[in-house]
C-alpha cells in the first residue's frame, strides 16, 4: 500500500527558510511525476510545483518561482521542497503528491496526509 508521509513544516518568521520532505513506501517513485500542493485557510488547494520522472522538467507557480526549489532523490524514494524567502501568504498546509504518468501534465494521483507551515513573526 502506497503512502506518502510529510516532514519539515512549522513556524518561521517571513523571510526564513524550511525545507519539506515527504517519504514514500509500498511503491517506487521512479517512474512518476511528484509534486507539491497546498491549501491555505479559506482557499483552494494549489499547485505549488512539480516535478518529472527524468526530471528534465519542472513546474512552480508564479508565486514561488525563484524562491522554492523540488528535488527528488529516486534512492531514498523521497522528494522535497525547499523554501526561501518565506512569506506570510505561504501559510498552509503542504501536501505531496504522486502523478499519474512521467510528466507534470497529468494530475496527481496519491497524496500524503499534510504537513502545516506557518509563516510569521
Known amino acids: 500500500q502506497l503512502q506518502l508521509v510529510e516532514s519539515g513544516g512549522g513556524l518561521v518568521q517571513p523571510g526564513g527558510s524550511l525545507r519539506l520532505s515527504c517519504a514514500a513506501s509500498?511503491?517506487?517513485?521512479?517512474?512518476?511525476?511528484l509534486g507539491w500542493f497546498r491549501q491555505a485557510p479559506g482557499k483552494e488547494r494549489e499547485e505549488v510545483s512539480c516535478?518529472?520522472?527524468?526530471?528534465?522538467?519542472?513546474y512552480y507557480a508564479d508565486s514561488v518561482r525563484d524562491r522554492f526549489t523540488i528535488s527528488r532523490d529516486n534512492a531514498k524514494n523521497t522528494i522535497y521542497l525547499q523554501m526561501n524567502s518565506l512569506k506570510p501568504e505561504d501559510t498552509a498546509v503542504y501536501y505531496c503528491?504522486?502523478?499519474?504518468?512521467?510528466?507534470?501534465?497529468?494530475?496527481?494521483?496519491?497524496w500524503g496526509q499534510g504537513t502545516q507551515v506557518t509563516v510569521s513573526s
Open positions: 503528491t504522486l502523478f499519474g504518468s512521467q510528466s507534470c501534465r497529468g494530475g496527481p494521483r496519491y
Open positions: 509500498g511503491f517506487t517513485l521512479d517512474y512518476y511525476a
Open positions: 516535478i518529472s520522472s527524468s526530471e528534465d522538467s519542472a
